[in-house]
């Protein structure tokens, strides 16, 4: 494990060049022996990359080790200008991500941003060109993107058509929730991403919200739902009702309304094909007649000081 002290250094060394110089194959050997640690230098890409450590290949070990770097080059550098995760397509660049999460953080500086991501082994703290990744986010890009509210900085998202059917919503919802709670507690951030639903003579109350900080947990509301959702058709659909469930010492636990509530894990321990059924089907059970017809809440996009898109969800925002 690098201590503070050499993470700081090595965060501020590579800053500091990110706002002097363009990658280059000429720049960037020079840069790797200058910051001292171990780096794989691709100078065909003009990338740097800086292993930052091989912490145990758990999910829950590797999202812990990911925010305690993050944390030190928060107070080194200062907010990042962007954090999220890249979801299931790949950036470009020679990289192996890992099946834990692709959360990241990146400091943009004209030209060239640093970058501090996931790798295959543990963190790495990445110098590229700024274009390159923006380019492929505002084209293919899917995961999820803060962008903090006082940079001045955006990226424009990519935007999805909607669901064509339930199976493509399935397939959709469990990508995205295998590694929420990891990315989250990687980020040290949270979600809370509603999801409202059209139903016929009901308008389109809100029926679930997706919660991940610590540990992802699913709340369901049955707000004007039809019969075939509510109550004991809630229980035998999956749902917990919320007075059942045990103590919650640690605070893990959103302290939300909703009558039902499922804790589906932390990092590594999400069964995300089981949660996407539950929220298809118990949709389809409240009377949602199309998977076009759920949409994502608007306010899932502010959370201070970060404002947040979510491409790799194609349900409508609203």
Do not use: K, N
């Amino acid at each position: 494990m690098i201590s503070t002290e050499d993470l700081t250094t090595a965060a501020r060394t590579l800053s500091a060049a990110a706002r002097e110089i363009d990658p280059s194959r000429a720049a960037l050997p020079e840069l790797a022996d200058r910051v001292g640690l171990p780096a794989e230098v691709h100078v065909d890409l003009a990338t740097l990359v800086v292993p930052l450590g091989r912490p145990d290949a758990d999910p829950l070990a590797q999202a812990v080790e990911f925010r305690r770097v993050a944390d030190v080059l928060r107070a080194a550098l200062g907010e990042a200008g962007f954090l999220g995760a890249h979801g299931h397509t790949r950036p470009p660049g020679p990289r192996a991500d890992p099946r834990w999460g692709r959360p990241f953080l990146r400091w943009r500086h004209g030209a060239t941003t640093l970058e501090l991501r996931a790798g295959a082994a543990g963190p790495e703290l990445v110098l590229e060109p700024s274009a390159t990744w923006e380019a492929w986010y505002q084209s293919v890009g899917t995961g999820f993107l803060g962008t903090w509210e006082d940079s001045g900085l955006s990226v424009d998202q990519p935007r999805h058509e909607g669901p064509r059917d339930w199976d493509d919503l399935h397939l959709t919802l469990a990508a995205f929730l295998r590694t929420l709670p990891a990315e989250t507690r990687a980020l040290g951030i949270t979600h809370s991403l509603p999801l409202y639903g059209r139903i016929a003579g009901a308008g389109a109350p809100m029926l679930f919200c997706i919660d991940s900080g610590t540990r992802l947990h699913l709340e369901f509301t049955e707000y004007q739902v039809a019969d075939a959702a509510r109550g004991e058709h809630a229980a035998a659909l999956g749902w917990t009702a919320r007075e059942s469930l045990p103590p919650d010492p640690v605070g893990g636990r959103p302290a939300g309304e909703s009558p039902w509530c499922v804790d589906a894990g932390g990092p590594g321990e999400v069964d995300p094909g089981a949660m996407a059924d539950l929220l298809v089907r118990t949709a389809r059970a409240a009377g949602v007649a199309r998977a076009a017809d759920l949409i994502l809440g608007g306010e899932a996009e502010y959370r201070h000081p970060y404002r947040f898109a979510f491409p790799s969800q194609s349900l409508p925002v609203g």
